[in-house]
């Protein structure tokens, strides 16, 4: 036998077999049967509007936690519209620290930035939709200035131009300081409001759209609402831009009703994860369970002066309060739901400092007034802005002379903006209508100017901020960074509980997460001398 | 591909046969049902009667084998040279053997007695003498691909380690009882329960990357999946263990290791982490069918190492100012459950005055006693094996069942496994030998728990608990363990059920909701699955001539792992609607392999070659089911859901591979192997989906080659070798592209997003290096009965690819990069030596290993890097695992106490409260570089005693559990400040305004703190947020533990004379029995929660336990 040929015959053999499959084929492996090399971009926007709500979308999982931790755990009772004896709203109640509840935002708004970016490069230059969903391309740059506004407000420096460019390499942004990130976000709202066209039926935006229907009309509203949102955030300290922008908000129409408030539709299923309200999943008792009482601060403001009467309540105060009660899982059983017996949770307080207070052991269940469970059911809309903000933006403008509105205006733009707060419940129960005759009786009662303009204007925009906490807490902010109001409106008392970390001042910023001071290399000693709560935002008179 | 159909239909029919008696074996079997085994047995020989046999003209040799005194040594290979016919000797020594016509040589050998070669003359009896060891040199390795040399060629280190060491005294998973027994070899046993995942580092973290630095797993020539099944992280989570949980020790019958690259290099691509060759027993030449029995019952122990005050119980500070701040027992129940007082000891000292608990009950306020021992239980683990073996010189077989049956410290949670083995071989006509095997495992590991952060913990919440509480007065309804008794047993007992849930939903401990009752997590928390798996080889071999010949393997490992996941059943705390996930995950890894070899010896020239190739196939597919909220209320299972969804994962992937190898002796002295293997990867872009590893070697056997050699030096060889492996493991499939997937709906509108998730696809990938010089040599003294293997080794990884983190902003979280270079630079040493020969033998054996790494660079421009954010992460959150430039691998960063920069003195607030430095700081390393273990076996007659002490030094651990602990006043140095005891005064500085440019002034700042800030002094230094100091927490992890004892007795042949059995040992084994030394309080210094790369943290893992029981062997 010819060993050689054998040699040679079973090489070949085996390596034919081995071979068989050539470079492609192998490759072939590696194509994903279950994915897709391009995707409609409404379903993308579709994601991010989803996620905006509350942080929530398949990627990112429970949608509770952005609420619950920052919204609810710090903004609700720093703005003392929330009290707490225990649970995450301590760290806002007493001015405590958490990172969980700072890094919140910045963990779960950048994912959906994501998402928007995406829509951005395939429906612009060189993308494989360039031209195409032209209308959705401006409501994904809209959405994208409302979540950079919400993350710069609540940390002031933090990446922006530099940032959604992996495929560019740069997989570590560096920092921006707020004033320019503002000036990008009016540049982009400008551009934005101005490209849009007519409605084009076939480009699957009005299915996709989850807020408007792609009602184009609607859409250019909300942009100039957050203009002019923004214009008045940055009043005390860019006037020049406070003017052009809110003339130019004004100008292009902002919300005129209820009909036209930015709201993400919620849903029971088919998931709990994703599809239900977060804020309304952060309260359920069991469902996370975080106490529901609202404070001292909020309860006395919605009485009024007049603790024996009810001809001098806010309408809503029986509509934000279900009354006092055990709330359990079974159900919400009511104490007593007599406007007259309502009572805040004082904040600032634990158990033995409450029962000190009251002189006796305090059961807190049935001492305090609880959220409304009517504003919470799981599928309940989640509101990004609303229609009554805006005139009371309008009210502040017009009486600061802002934007060549004039103090003449100011009084319509406040009634407005009271009455639209007033009656904008209806979304959340049908039994929350408040008539016209309930509004003008409280305006009766509370005339215009029966106490320094810009306070009344500022405390009706906090209480119209109820479930908003956020947007709530940036306006005090912002006001408290006012020379000429250094309180903020509205005033409140800071508490000064022991062992808190602000020396007994409410909470200015979040810091930043962990993951961005351990990894980033662009994340300097300018971000790390910030990265407390204690220091002002640009806008409230902080560092650039 | 048509040649390939004769072996490949082979291979499949001979797996399908087999695997019908599998199935009827299995499905009815209870195992210690014996009707059941000999109708199984009856199949089997049904089986070989279908297999022709080979004829041949034979004559039979038989004889006694003796060691050296002069007595019957059992289990020597007699083997027949130049064929695969074999048999053993019986455990008098006795051996007998059918010696086909034209055989001239008999071939003896025993591990630690070297072989002997006799020729055959016309006598048909041959008696041999086994000397003692001319050396173990001449053992025969299993090497790569296989590949048996004798240990005397090998131009690398290579370990070998006998399944006796580890089947006797024994771990579930096989890769823990490698823990000690390499030098080198760094395994952690993770602290996760009974069917946890294993760690084992082999010379070194070479990658960041997700491959987690896990050696190749490789039984009977066929690589398997050692896919880990995922891990528990900074939120918490169950192990889901790995593919090593499902070898069964008694079928094992040596474990080598391939430590370096030249070891590995014929594994290519895979091999970058080293290889663990797992070779299973087999059937032998013999008279009769065998019979093993091996039965092995161990108790299991919590090994509780805290120690933690007990004169502080529930309660906690309270005042207007941190200042006039006292410690107050809880006065009414809404106060302790509104200061959430049920959790940890910062209460005043126990007066035994009666005071309310967590369920309105009032109780005497003093030390409960341990509740460790009344919620752990007692766990066992029992296992017996049953092995029948067989065959002629053409046909042998061995089939082994074996059973195991662990009940879980924990209550209601356990591990059982069923194994069956069979593995036959035949030679047809001299040249073609077929061999097949399949090992099919049943795995079940019932309630898997939960470790790291809290939800679902119940070894956290029961670490919580204050002193003066009982963790039985947590069982609740008695009917549903951790769940509100009925309206009758609240009114009965006077409990109030303060967190609103309504019988059957949690009896929480307290307002957290995360937290969880720990019988609540015990008993109503599922998280079971069930494995079945097949791993099955067929080998066909043919020899032209006694020198060339071809070869073909196919291989599979194939397993179906369904499982049943409760985290939150209806009811739970943070879940209340409570959900399910039902899932299926199916893999299957296929292996073609064909081989052409040469061997010869030209007078003094050898020549040892091969070429083949190889084809890899993986796949998996995973099915889940996901339902939330339930209709019919606490009816748990997935139909019942109200709300569900589903999930979906599959991929697939290959590797082509084609190899050769070349081995020169001369005059069996001096060896010289050059290989090559050149692997092509789907998971890679066609453009650079390649490369090339080479290997070359010498080793030269001084002494014999010289001859010089004093008569005090037995045996000397030296070795040095060059190689290149790599690893693409970490790259998955379907990595390189940006891709979508359109997933569930909203409110009628699709929801679209990446199919990679948040990690960001890099098209550009290359299979990374790792390349290694290695050499060493060894020595034996005084007749062998001192021995030294040395090694050295300098290894470098380039290239490595990684999911680097990177910041969110970017877009993505994650992004797979080629980056950078580390090294590992080491020592291994092994240290044999026989004090003591004769009727008292003791043996001795020392290893060590000491191993330098360094990350020399990153991704450019970037000095530090985090891997996988989820396990570098501890809960506790103010520490990073970090790799930084410079440093070894895996170091700990950490926030820490601000210094003053001109003193370095720490910096206080006016409280006395450390003020925390907002960088992270190193502040310890991770990995430890210096490991080894100590074995010492004694014998004496029919009683032979050894035991093994292991031992880490040089990494640390940051224990999050000391830092929780101290925050809850539950560590004896939190009592420090308290009323009563010894004060805590702070010293350092403060700050005193700030300068012109606005940095911070300093002055001296001595305080002798008030009880209320000693308190919250410690609140804040356990705390991840303001004052929290990692550096506080991080503690030398070095250690010496007892980490093996078995005591045998072999029982006199003339107890059972008249028997058929023919010998029977009983021991005493336990694991795990001591910890002889350790620096961190109150936790295991191996506590690691994770087999991540990311090593050195600790947070609320599962207990440390021992193991102690008995092992009976019987064979007849």
């Known amino acids: 036998m010819n060993y050689t040929r054998k040699i040679i015959f079973s090489i070949a053999v085996g390596t034919a077999l081995v071979t068989a499959c050539n470079k492609d084929s192998l490759h072939e492996l590696n194509i994903n049967p279950q994915a897709l090399n391009s995707i409609n971009p409404n379903f993308m926007f579709t994601s991010a509007q989803l ?50 509840t700072s890094s919140a935002p910045f963990e779960f708004y950048y994912p959906h930035l994501t998402e928007l970016s995406e829509v951005l490069t395939q429906t612009g230059p060189g993308g494989a939709s360039e031209g195409k969903y032209a209308n959705l391309r401006q409501a994904a740059r809209i959405l994208r200035v409302f979540l950079f506004q919400r993350l710069t407000d609540f940390y002031n420096r933090v990446p922006y131009f530099e940032t959604m460019q992996a495929a560019q390499g740069v997989f570590f942004p560096k920092y921006d300081s707020q004033k320019e990130i503002y000036a990008d976000l009016f540049k982009e709202l400008e551009e934005a409001t101005a490209a849009f066209g007519a409605a084009d039926p076939s480009d699957g935006f009005a299915a996709a ?77 069991g469902d996370g369970g975080e106490p529901a009482f609202l404070s001292k601060r909020l309860i006395d403001f919605l009485k009024g002066p007049d603790a024996t009467s009810t001809a001098d309540d806010d309408p809503r105060l029986m509509i934000l309060t279900g009354g006092i009660g055990d709330w359990t899982p079974t159900g919400f059983t009511p104490v007593t739901t007599d406007p007259l017996k309502m009572k805040g949770l004082p904040n600032g307080n634990d158990q033995n400092r409450l029962d000190a207070l009251e002189g006796h052991t305090v059961n807190v269940a049935t001492t305090y007034s609880r959220i409304n469970p009517l504003l919470l059911d799981r599928d309940e809309d989640y509101m990004m802005m609303n229609y009554g903000e805006v005139e009371l933006l309008l009210a502040e403008a017009a009486e600061r002379g802002i934007g060549g509105l004039t103090a003449a205006a100011a009084q319509g733009h406040y009634e407005a903006g009271v009455k639209a707060s007033m009656q904008m419940y209806t979304i959340y129960d049908p039994s929350f209508v408040v008539s016209d005759a309930e509004v003008a009786a409280y305006l009766a009662t509370y005339p215009y100017g029966s106490r320094p303009k810009l306070e009344m204007i500022g405390e009706q925009y906090w209480v119209n901020h109820f479930l908003n906490w956020w947007e709530a807490w940036s306006n005090w902010r912002r006001t408290s960074g006012d020379p000429t109001s250094p309180n903020g409106y509205p005033v409140l008392t ?17 810091k930043y997460p962990n993951i961005e001071v351990g990894n980033n290399p662009n994340f300097t000693e300018k971000e790390l001398g910030m990265n407390n709560y204690t220091t002002r935002v640009w806008w409230a008179g902080g560092p650039e | 591909m ?60 038989s004889g006694k084998i003796t060691d050296a005194t002069g007595k019957g040594m059992p289990f020597v290979n007699v083997a027949v040279k130049g064929t695969n016919i074999g048999t053993t000797s019986n455990d008098q020594g006795v051996y007998s053997i059918d010696v086909p016509s034209g055989s001239k040589t008999l071939v003896y050998s025993f591990t630690g007695h070297g072989t002997q070669e006799i020729n055959l003359t016309s006598s048909n009896e041959i008696d041999v003498r086994m000397a003692p060891s001319v050396s173990e040199l001449e053992t025969v390795m299993v090497t790569a691909l296989g590949i048996e040399r004798t240990k005397k060629n090998l131009q690398y280190s290579i370990s070998q380690v006998q399944g006796e060491l580890f089947n006797r005294a024994r771990e579930n998973s096989v890769a823990n009882s490698l823990a000690g027994r390499v030098a080198g070899v760094n395994v952690t046993k993770i602290a996760s329960g009974p069917a946890a995942s294993s760690r084992v580092v082999i010379r070194g973290a070479k990658t960041l ?104 119980g529930s309660g906690g500070y309270s005042g207007t100012t941190l200042q006039n701040a006292v410690a107050k027992k809880p006065s009414s129940l809404d106060e302790l459950w509104n200061s959430w007082w049920s959790y940890g000891g910062w209460g005043p000292k126990f007066d035994g005055s009666p005071v309310v608990q967590f369920d309105g009950v009032t109780r005497p306020y003093q030390y409960a006693g341990d509740n460790w021992k009344r919620f752990y239980e007692t766990g066992s683990t029992f296992t017996n094996t049953i092995a029948f073996s067989g065959g002629s010189e053409t046909q042998n077989f061995r089939f082994s069942a074996a059973n195991l049956n662990n009940e879980g410290v924990i209550p209601n949670s356990g591990f059982k496994r069923v194994n069956l083995s069979l593995s036959t071989n035949s030679v047809y006509a001299k040249k073609l030998t077929v061999s097949t095997k399949i090992l099919y495992s049943k795995e079940n590991a019932e ?93 066909v071999r043919y020899d032209f001539t006694d020198f060339l010949y071809v070869s073909g393997q196919a291989g599979m490992d194939w397993f179906t792992k369904r499982g049943t996941q409760q985290s939150a059943p209806q009811g739970t705390g943070h879940n209340r609607g409570g959900g399910i996930s039902e899932y299926e995950n199916r893999a299957r890894e296929t292996n073609f392999q064909f081989m052409v070899g040469f061997d010869k010896t030209f007078d003094k020239i050898g020549v040892n070659a091969f070429f083949g190739g190889n084809r890899m196939r993986r796949y998996n597919e995973y099915l889940g089911l996901n339902g939330d909220g339930f209709n019919t209320p606490f009816f748990n299972v997935i139909s019942n859901a109200k709300n569900k ?108 997003g990446f199919a990679s998730g948040q990690n960001f696809p890099n098209p550009n990938l290359i299979p990374f290096t790792s390349t290694e010089l290695e050499f060493g040599f060894e020595l034996r003294f005084l007749r062998n009965r001192l021995g030294l293997d040395f090694t050295y080794y300098d290894q470098k990884t380039t290239d490595d690819i990684l999911d680097a983190a990177i910041s969110r902003t970017s877009g993505y979280t994650s992004t797979t990069v080629n980056l950078g270079e580390m090294t590992n630079k080491g020592v291994e040493i092994l240290l044999t030596g026989k004090p003591m020969v004769g009727e008292f033998t003791w043996d001795i054996s020392l290893n060590f290993a000491k191993n330098n790494s360094e990350v020399v660079s990153l991704i450019d421009g970037q000095t530090e890097l985090i891997a996988d954010p989820f396990t570098a992460e501890p809960r506790v959150r103010m520490v990073f695992i970090k790799q930084i430039v410079g440093y070894p691998y895996g170091m700990i960063t950490g926030k820490t106490q601000l210094k003053d920069p001109a003193t370095g003195l720490p910096v206080f607030n006016a409280d006395g409260a450390p003020i925390q430095d907002g960088k992270y700081s190193i502040i310890g390393y991770g990995v430890p570089d210096f490991t080894g273990g100590l074995n010492n076996s004694f014998g004496y007659k029919n009683i032979n005693l050894s035991f093994l002490i292991d031992f880490k030094s040089g990494g640390d651990i940051f224990s999050g559990t000391n830092a929780r602990m101290t925050q809850a006043g539950l560590t004896k140095q939190s009592l420090l400040g308290r009323e009563g005891e010894a004060p805590l005064t702070v010293s350092g500085v403060i700050q005193d305004g700030t300068n012109s440019n606005g940095d911070p002034i300093y002055k001296p700042f001595t305080k002798t703190l008030t009880p209320g800030e000693a308190q919250h002094y410690w609140d804040r230094l356990g705390n991840e947020d303001e004052g929290g100091s990692a550096d506080k927490f991080v503690y030398d992890a070095s250690f010496i533990k007892l980490r093996q004892v078995t005591l045998d007795y072999t029982l006199p042949r003339k107890l059972f004379t008249k028997t058929p059995i023919q010998n029977v040992m009983v021991s005493f084994v336990a694991r795990n029995l001591a910890i002889l030394h350790k620096n961190v309080p109150n936790i295991d210094p191996e506590s690691s929660y994770t087999s991540s790369n990311n090593q050195g943290l600790d947070y609320f893992g599962f207990p440390a336990t021992r193991t102690y029981g008995f092992n009976v062997r019987l064979i007849f």
Not at chain 2, 6 to 16: N, S
Not at chain 2, 472 to 500: C, W
């Open chain 1, 51 to 100: 996620g905006a709500a509350s942080g929530s979308s398949p990627l990112i999982g429970d949608n509770r936690y952005l609420d619950w931790r920052t919204n609810i755990g710090m903004a609700s009772t720093a703005i003392q519209q929330m009290g707490t004896i225990g649970g995450i709203s301590n760290i806002g109640d007493k001015y405590g620290d958490n990172s969980e």
């Open chain 1, 209 to 285: 759209d989850l807020y408007y229907g792609g009602d184009i009309g609607k859409w250019k509203k909300w942009g100039y609402s957050i203009m002019l949102q923004m214009a008045m955030r940055v009043s005390n300290v860019a006037p020049d831009w406070a003017n052009t922008y809110v003339a130019k908000a004004v100008a292009g129409g902002v919300f005129q009703s209820n009909a036209d408030n930015a709201l993400v539709p919620m849903a029971e299923g088919p998931s709990v994860w994703i599809d239900q309200n977060g804020i309304s999943r952060a309260y359920i008792p």
């Open chain 1, 494 to 510: 800071p508490i000064n509980f022991p062992g808190n970390v602000t020396n007994g001042t409410i909470p200015q910023r979040l």
């Open chain 2, 2 to 61: 048509l040649a390939a159909k004769p072996t490949h239909v082979r291979a499949a029919l001979l797996l399908h046969d087999s695997l019908n008696i599998y199935i009827y074996l299995f499905t009815p079997i209870k195992l210690s049902n014996m009707r059941h085994l000999c109708s199984a047995l009856l199949l089997l020989s049904c089986l070989f009667a279908m297999i022709p046999s080979g004829f041949a003209q034979k004559r039979t040799i």
């Open chain 2, 209 to 312: 990357g997700s491959t987690l630095n896990q050696p190749l797993y490789v039984v009977d020539g066929v690589p398997i999946d050692n896919t880990n099944f995922g891990q528990a992280g900074i939120w918490g989570g169950a192990d889901q263990g790995d593919g090593m949980n499902s070898i069964n020790p008694d079928d094992v019958a040596s474990i080598t290791v391939l430590k370096g690259a030249s070891a590995a290099a014929l594994y290519g691509s895979r091999a970058a982490n080293g290889v663990i060759l797992v070779t299973t027993k087999k059937g032998s030449s013999r008279k009769g069918i065998g019979v093993e029995l091996n039965s092995n019952y161990v108790f299991e122990k919590v090994n509780n190492l805290t120690d933690f005050q007990t004169q502080y």
């Open chain 2, 447 to 539: 309630n898997r728990p939960n470790v790291s952060d809290s939800p679902g913990n119940g070894i956290l919440a029961l670490y919580y608990l204050p002193g003066d509480y009982n963790v039985l007065d947590f069982k609740g309804d008695p009917n549903k363990l951790g769940a509100v008794p009925s309206l009758e047993q609240q009114a009965d007992q006077g409990i109030k059920i303060f967190d609103q849930k309504v019988p059957g939903e949690e009896f929480q401990v307290g307002p957290n909701l995360w937290t969880q009752n720990p019988y609540w997590a015990a008993y109503q928390l599922i998280n079971s699955d069930e494995r079945d798996r097949v791993i099955a080889t067929g080998n």
């Open chain 2, 645 to 752: 969804t589903y999930s979906y994962d599959f991929y697939e992937q290959g590797i082509e591979s084609l190899f050769g190898s070349v081995e020169v002796s001369y005059n069996n002295y001096l060896f010289v192997t050059g290989t090559a293997r050149k692997d092509w990867f789907s998971v890679l872009n066609p453009e650079n989906n390649s490369i090339v590893y080479p290997s070359i070697g010498a080793s030269f056997v001084f002494t014999d080659a010289l001859k010089i050699a004093p008569t005090w030096l037995s045996f000397g060889k030296a070795r040095l070798s060059w190689a290149q492996v790599g690893n693409v493991n970490s790259v998955r499939p379907y990595q390189t592209t940006l891709l979508y997937g359109a997933s569930s709906t909203h409110a009628g509108a699709a929801l679209g």
